[in-house]
């Protein structure tokens, strides 16, 4: 779960005060948006990045970790965009950069880049685990040569399975594998094909999603322009059941809807945000959570630099949440969490005082099956998996 973020309502008061640095320890978040091609599928904030200036970028996002970034975050999470797009020197100008001002190699229990195949080198993967990278997220997404063609991806099956080959070869004993299902016309069997071969080669920890069709993106108006036909709701839930049924056979656990893990080996730093804690983000389009003010940064490279040189790091948006509103997002998220949430400890994070205004939702969802309790813990029962956001999402307004 990586952030960014649109247009919310602005603060002026803060949005016009100097950006203040956020506790120590807080967790780090940076956007590196450069990709070889933009994925039509992809609603990031992510551009091809061959005819930027990549060193006038770094330039910009160290000026902003200098006023922005934490000291001794403890975890850091490198996304995109293509992180492993950057030459091994820029790479290596932007680690060291980060570790003079946070001195993370200390303090960070985990440090994730997410890298894609075409741009992952043994070089690279070597070099990032040496300055303090210890986990690496690839972006394999399917290794059937037809899906990859739909979804546009710039590197064929066999160049995947080179970079989990540099992975393991640099030494990473934490990494894991994006899959995606669900594209039209893909055989329910590549499924398994592509999560055992996947874990056969050492994955403790699979991100497995369903292709989404987000407005805004060519995908979504290719959808709308009858270019393709989609999987039907019932194939949907097929997939989402084959998914589930060999990682688990696979002894990988389903500690998130999507994300499944060894024992140990989830993603702390993600684990962070459906725990609604708070973050900071740096780079274009990335998002904050601070003490219960959410920041963010332009969708846009060249308001973002302005922003950061000119303004003092200046947010592009920003909002502090009421504690209902805080109490109904702690929800909202961490249902998604297999563990779910405990309402007490829900309404201390949110520091919501008085009667639960969520128990009269919680009681409706537990009636309808949608909710189950154990041990004080609310949480979605495997029945309910597919309406995970639809559930989520009965939390949001709790007070209405």
């Not at 002894?251 to 080996?265: C, D, I, M, P, R």
């Not at 730093?269 to 940064?297: C, D, F, K, Q």
């Not at 009636?367 to 956001?389: C, F, H, V």
Request: with cysteine; glycine share 8%; hydrophobic share 35%.
């Amino acid at each position: 779960m990586r952030q960014s973020g649109d247009a919310h309502c602005a603060s002026p008061d803060l949005i016009n005060s100097p950006a203040k640095r956020a506790p120590k320890g807080t967790p780090l978040y940076v956007h590196l948006p450069f990709c070889v091609h933009k994925c039509p599928y992809c609603d990031f904030f992510s551009i091809v990045g061959q005819n930027e200036d990549h060193e006038k970028f770094l330039d910009t996002l160290l000026a902003e970790a200098e006023i922005r970034a934490p000291r001794s975050p403890r975890t850091i999470f490198f996304g995109g965009g293509t992180p492993s797009y950057f030459t091994a020197p820029q790479l290596e100008r932007l680690l060291a950069g980060l570790e003079r001002i946070t001195g993370y190699r200390s303090s960070a229990e985990e440090v994730t880049a997410e890298c894609n195949p075409e741009s992952l080198s043994l070089e690279k993967a070597i070099l990032m685990r040496e300055l303090g990278v210890n986990r690496l997220s690839v972006g394999i997404q399917s290794l059937n040569p037809a899906t990859l063609k739909f979804y546009e991806r710039p590197h064929s099956p066999e160049e995947a399975l080179a970079a989990v080959d540099a992975v393991r070869t640099a030494g990473y004993e934490r990494w894991s594998a994006d899959l995606i299902h669900g594209a039209p016309g893909e055989p329910l069997s590549d499924i398994e094909h592509n999560i055992r071969q996947v874990l056969d080669l050492g994955a403790s920890h699979i991100s497995a999603y369903g292709l989404t069709y987000e407005p805004g993106t060519p995908l979504y108006a290719s959808l709308k322009k009858g270019a393709f036909e989609p999987q039907d709701e019932d194939r949907e839930l097929e997939n989402l059941a084959e998914a589930r049924r060999v990682l688990f056979d696979a002894g990988l656990n389903a500690y998130e809807v999507s994300n499944f893990a060894t024992n140990g080996q989830e993603c702390r730093h993600n684990l962070n945000y459906w725990r609604n804690g708070g973050y900071v983000g740096i780079g274009p389009s990335a998002a904050s959570h601070v003490e219960g003010t959410r920041t963010g940064n332009a969708r846009s490279l060249g308001r973002w630099s302005r922003d950061v040189l000119d303004k003092g790091a200046k947010p592009a948006w920003s909002e502090t949440l009421e504690p209902i509103d805080r109490l109904g997002e702690t929800w909202w998220l961490g249902l998604r969490l297999a563990v779910g949430v405990d309402p007490a400890e829900a309404r201390a994070l949110a520091k919501w005082e008085g009667p639960d205004p969520t128990e009269p939702i919680r009681e409706r969802l537990l009636e309808q099956g949608l909710l189950k309790t154990m041990e004080n813990r609310t949480y979605i029962p495997e029945s309910g998996l597919a309406l995970t956001d639809y559930i989520g999402k009965q939390f949001l307004s709790p007070g209405a």
